[in-house]
């Protein structure tokens, strides 16, 4: 599977996907409008960069009822 930035808040790793717990990042996909798209883009390009920086260490949180 292939390593990637869905968005400013989850990525791919290794199969799975990853939601970085207590962010919340505009969408570049069903975005309300383009300034909500330009914006999503620019969070996933800086997710890209945080994680292509170094080490990333990941801690598995319990989900919530709701699947948040």
């Given at each position: 599977?292939?390593?990637?930035?869905?968005?400013?808040?989850?990525?791919?790793?290794d199969?799975?996907?990853?939601?970085?717990?207590?962010?919340?990042?505009?969408?570049?996909?069903?975005a309300?409008?383009?300034?909500?798209?330009?914006?999503g883009?620019?969070?996933?390009?800086?997710?890209?960069?945080?994680?292509?920086?170094?080490?990333?260490?990941?801690?598995?949180?319990?989900r919530?009822?709701?699947?948040?």
């Amino acid at each position: 599977d292939r390593n990637c930035v869905v968005d400013g808040a989850t990525f791919r790793h290794d199969g799975r996907e990853i939601r970085i717990a207590g962010v919340e990042a505009p969408s570049r996909v069903a975005a309300a409008c383009s300034a909500e798209q330009q914006l999503g883009r620019v969070a996933a390009d800086r997710l890209q960069t945080l994680l292509s920086g170094g080490r990333v260490d990941l801690q598995a949180l319990q989900r919530s009822v709701g699947g948040d």
